[in-house]
């Protein structure tokens, strides 16, 4: 989709200085609500500060700036941050959020499973990683033509949701991987667990038809699973293995569901 690389930098403040800000709010985040608080009270110390670079730049009374009452853009050329007067609530969601769909940026769900990583050395346990595709998603366009992109989204979005609605939402995690690829980060999950997860979804997205216009769309998914016990392999080569059986299953037609397992046995 053209627009894929877009979608995936909706968030980004244009306001470069307030950018760096939110990128703190996203890369500080482990699930610690301490840390989200510490980070969160730092963009509310740049916006301050910026606010008050505005107030030297407009001239405008600082309850000006304060009511969002600036002109769009300052003498200087530079645009005001338009996010100033946003809640807590709604910085952290623009922080950790897809623009697009209900899922997680990648960059949150990385932080996090570095973490759950670390837990499951100290514990011992086992975290599984899915990495899940759309399976011929690159081929709608030569199916619907102009309403390609339409199609692609609604498809994003159903599958998001069914992923949604089979995960454990108060404990595994759900992000955006890259364009038509979700990444699911099972905590405490050994790989028969993982593995029933994976074919709980491939039956649920199988069983998926949409309707658009005159057209029923149905679609399948490729499901990749690695399962490893504490600190075997970092999150980076979970995620690289996980993707690596994805592509397997894609490469074999689709549909499917592939495992690959570092699980230490049970003393």
């Known amino acids: 989709m ?8 909706e968030w980004v403040i244009k306001d470069n ?14 699930g610690n609500a301490e840390a989200a608080q510490r980070a969160l009270e730092l963009v509310k110390a740049k916006q301050a500060q ?42 952290e969601k623009r922080a950790l959020n897809d623009p697009i769909l209900p899922v997680y940026k990648f960059r949150y769900v990385l932080n996090r ?36 992109e339409m199609v692609q989204n609604e ?7 069914r992923f949604a609605a089979i995960i454990r939402r108060d404990i595994d995690l759900l992000g955006r991987y890259l364009n038509e690829r979700f990444i699911v980060v099972l905590p405490e999950t050994n790989a028969e667990q993982a593995a029933h997860f994976g074919e709980r979804i491939r039956a649920a997205i199988q069983g998926t038809c949409l ?3 005159w057209h029923k769309v149905t679609f399948t998914v490729s499901l990749g699973i690695c399962s490893s016990t504490g600190d075997t392999l970092p999150a980076e080569e979970m ?14 037609g689709g549909n499917g569901v592939h495992q690959v397992s570092f699980e230490t046995p049970a003393q």
């Open 113 to 148: 499973l570095r973490s759950e990583v670390k837990r499951a050395a100290r514990y011992g346990h086992t975290t599984s990683v899915m990495i899940i595709t759309i399976d011929d998603f690159a081929v709608l366009p030569q199916k619907f033509g102009n309403f390609a």
């Open 17 to 30: 200085f307030f950018h760096r800000g939110v990128s703190n709010v996203r890369n500080t985040l482990h």
């Open 2 to 9: 053209a627009s894929n690389k877009d979608e995936h930098q």
């Open 50 to 91: 910026n606010a008050q670079q505005l107030v030297s730049q407009t001239g405008a009374h600082p309850a000006q700036v304060a009511a969002g009452q600036t002109s769009a853009v300052t003498h200087s050329g530079q645009r005001p941050c338009q996010c100033s007067n946003l809640p807590d609530e709604e910085l």
């Open 155 to 161: 498809v994003l979005l159903a599958a998001s949701q």
């Open 239 to 252: 995620i690289m293995q996980a993707d690596g059986a994805t592509e397997m299953v894609e490469k074999q």
């Open 211 to 213: 309707d658009h216009m």
